[in-house]
């Protein structure tokens, strides 16, 4: 069975403070997607690295994110200055090579909380 | 951008009853978009149900099914009989054919009662 792991698997932050969590892909994937859950709701999109390499983000992520994946079996998404509505649960997944028709394996999830 | 609209949940049927739960979707950005179901049962993380990246064809698993109509842009989840261990949150998804990025959809929270 795929196994995507993340950690912490919670995580609480005063509002202004920096928050990191990790995540470790299925061996030998090369891709890496970041998603955030807000209440359950939909899952946004959020950062995608392959081979390492940040290939798309969208443009929370590029102001108050930092995102790497310093080696193939790491990879770590921070808040800079954490803010309420970064309330949520964060996803890690990944993928063998990022192909279109490839499954997508999700790690448990660190749920951050900001107060 | 690309958006996927499912049936808003909380879905509540009896076991042994059908299910149909719909998704719509819209691909501005990707010609032939990859069709998805998720799933995430309670305790466990989100996994894979069953996928389609050819229109027109129908994919199965575990007695679910969704056939992906690119006429109608629709890839409804259908089982014809299910059961209280199908209780869980399912969520549709388009994916990016070039890079694998998934969209979602907001999740259908479904209850099976015995």
């Known amino acids: 069975d795929a196994a995507v792991t993340q950690k912490p698997r919670y995580l609480i932050k005063m509002k202004g403070q920096e928050a990191e969590m990790k995540c470790i892909p299925e061996?030998?994937?090369?891709?890496v997607f970041w998603y955030q859950q807000k209440q359950s709701k939909e899952l946004k999109f959020l950062i995608y690295f392959q081979n390492q390499q940040p290939l798309d983000q969208i443009d929370m992520v590029k102001e108050r994110f930092s995102a790497v994946c310093p080696s193939s079996s790491l990879c770590s998404l921070g808040i800079r200055t954490c803010e309420a509505e970064d309330s949520a649960l964060y996803l890690c997944?990944?993928?063998?090579?990022?192909?279109?028709?490839?499954?997508?394996?999700f790690g448990s999830g660190t749920r951050l909380t900001v107060l | 951008g690309d958006s996927v609209t499912q049936t808003e949940g909380p879905v509540t049927v009896s076991e042994s009853e059908s299910l149909i739960i719909n998704c719509t979707y819209s691909a501005t950005s990707i010609a032939y978009p990859n069709l998805f179901w998720y799933v995430r049962y309670p305790g466990e993380g989100l996994q894979l149900l069953l996928k389609?990246?050819?229109?027109?064809q129908k994919g199965s698993s575990r007695g679910f099914e969704a056939t992906y109509n690119k006429e109608t842009t629709s890839f409804h989840l259908q089982k014809a009989s299910v059961q209280e261990s199908d209780s869980a949150v399912y969520y549709c998804?388009?994916?990016?054919?070039?890079?694998?990025?998934?969209?979602f959809g907001d999740g259908t929270v479904l209850t099976v009662k015995p």
């Open positions: 998804a388009l994916g990016d054919t070039n890079t694998g990025k998934l969209t």
């Open positions: 997944s990944s993928s063998q090579q990022g192909g279109g028709a490839e499954t997508l394996y």
């Open positions: 061996k030998g994937h090369t891709a």
């Open positions: 389609v990246i050819t229109a027109g």
